[in-house]
């Protein structure tokens, strides 16, 4: 088992290399985990820095003292994969965000799709917005993770299309068996840049959005004989290209 994960913002450390961990990062080292003096901890940014820690001591409920023992910084994996991501009903957007941070996935995009029932507007949006953007946070510390996922504003079909334009490889899973859906677990894959997948809501993607997807140039793709919900498709789809890329050798 690797060492706990905490989010700091910077790295700057006291005489002697000592760090303060503190507010509700520091309570739930002290309070929650009950760390100890000797035990390994990793600090982290959350943007691929991170430094190797060993606990020296607590401070009351919330401040837990470390010893930095070596600082790195994690490059970005390749290639980088993306996900858009229609609103699913419910909390199951919160779990597609956490099971995708798991797996590994590098950024989430909440699209507004034409037949999505959940609707972000106004201050429900912005809610709904931070608790996914808090669940990418939550799940890549779980995960051990030290560069989380990117979790971008909500987009609108047009701005998912402009995405899908610049990707070095574009896909909609599409589980409409006879429209001509390649399967995503043969087609071509780059080696580096930029993937981005696109997961429709449990209505499916409209018809019109699929054709101006693939005008951008995104592929019609299936994962297999089944049809899976959206908020498992993607971190489904992630697995297979994470697997696919190289990046989990």
Do not use: N
Not at 81 to 105: C, S, W, Y
Not at 163 to 182: I, M, N, P, Q, T
Not at 220 to 240: I, K, N, P
């Amino acid at each position: 088992m690797t060492a706990p994960v905490f989010v700091v913002e910077h790295f700057a450390s006291g005489p002697g290399g000592r760090y303060v961990v503190d507010g509700p990062e520091g309570r739930h080292a002290v309070s929650v985990k009950r760390l100890r003096p000797g035990e390994d901890v990793i600090l982290t940014d959350g943007a691929g820095r991170w430094a190797d820690c060993v606990v020296l001591g607590t401070e009351g409920k919330d401040r837990l003292i470390v010893q930095l023992d070596s600082y790195a910084e994690e490059p970005p994996e390749q290639p980088r994969i993306t996900v858009v991501q229609a609103l699913p009903k419910g909390d199951r957007g919160e779990l597609a965000v956490e099971t995708m941070t798991e797996v590994g996935v590098d950024a989430i995009v909440p699209w507004q799709a034409a037949r999505c029932i959940t609707q972000w507007k106004g201050d429900r949006g912005l809610k709904s917005l931070a608790k996914w953007r808090a669940t990418a946070r939550e799940a890549g510390k779980q995960s051990r993770r030290v560069r989380f996922p990117e979790v971008a504003d909500l987009a609108s079909t047009k701005q998912v299309a402009a995405l899908l334009a610049k990707a070095d490889f574009a896909a909609v899973l599409h589980s409409d068996f006879d429209y001509g859906s390649e399967p995503l677990a043969t087609v071509e894959l780059p080696a580096d840049g930029e993937i981005v997948l696109v997961v429709g809501p449990e209505g499916g993607v409209a018809s019109d959005e699929l054709a101006l997807f693939r005008e951008a140039g995104a592929q019609a793709c299936v994962l297999g004989r089944s049809v899976l919900r959206t908020s498992t498709a993607g971190t489904a789809a992630a697995a297979l290209l994470l697997g696919r890329t190289g990046r989990w050798d």
